[in-house]
């Protein structure tokens, strides 16, 4: 075996033991909470980290589930929406198969965008959010609204 070889052998090795993945396109990469059935694909061009985290140069991707712990579902979206002094540029009730959700864009005022998506569980809230430079929002923005709406339950 010559040594482009072993090489070649060795990256791919790493790449299965690390779970790490090249580019994707909508749907052949996707964040996941695997024991609440929930994934969600990430835009064409950024790379999956682990099951639920994604990038893209300097923009990042993250898949979280936190209980709501009595709280109505609208109300701690609400809330957090509006941490670190976030401006909500728009806010959209929406549902997801069987489950109410909530779609927000967020000027946090560090320079970045945040597009968002809640998703009501029952006793808790899984939230995907993406975070895109300024500038690089307008172009970002589209892909990221078609995976948020790609979201997958159950």
Same mark, same amino acid.
């Given at each position: 075996m010559n040594r482009n070889t072993a090489v070649l052998i060795a990256m791919i090795l790493i790449m299965a033991i690390t779970g790490c993945s090249g580019p994707s396109s909508i749907g052949s990469s996707r964040m996941e909470l695997r024991a609440e059935k929930?994934?969600? %694909?990430?835009?064409?061009?950024?790379?999956? =980290?682990?099951?639920?985290?994604?990038?893209?140069?300097?923009?990042?991707?993250?898949?979280?589930?936190? %209980?709501?712990?009595?709280?109505?579902?609208? =109300?701690?979206?609400d809330a957090m929406s509006a941490e670190w002094s976030a401006t909500v540029r728009s806010r959209t009730q929406i549902r997801l198969g069987d489950h109410d959700a909530i779609r927000v864009t967020l000027d946090v005022g560090t320079g970045a965008v945040i597009d968002r998506l809640y998703i009501d569980m029952g006793d808790s809230i899984v939230w995907v959010s993406f975070s895109v430079p300024e500038p690089d929002h307008p172009v970002e923005a589209p892909a990221i609204d078609r995976v948020l709406l790609a979201s997958k339950i159950g």
């Open positions: 929930v994934s969600v %694909p990430i835009p064409p061009g950024w790379v999956l =980290d682990s099951s639920q985290m994604c990038h893209r140069n300097d923009s990042t991707g993250i898949l979280m589930i936190e %209980p709501l712990d009595g709280i109505r579902f609208v =109300d701690r979206a």
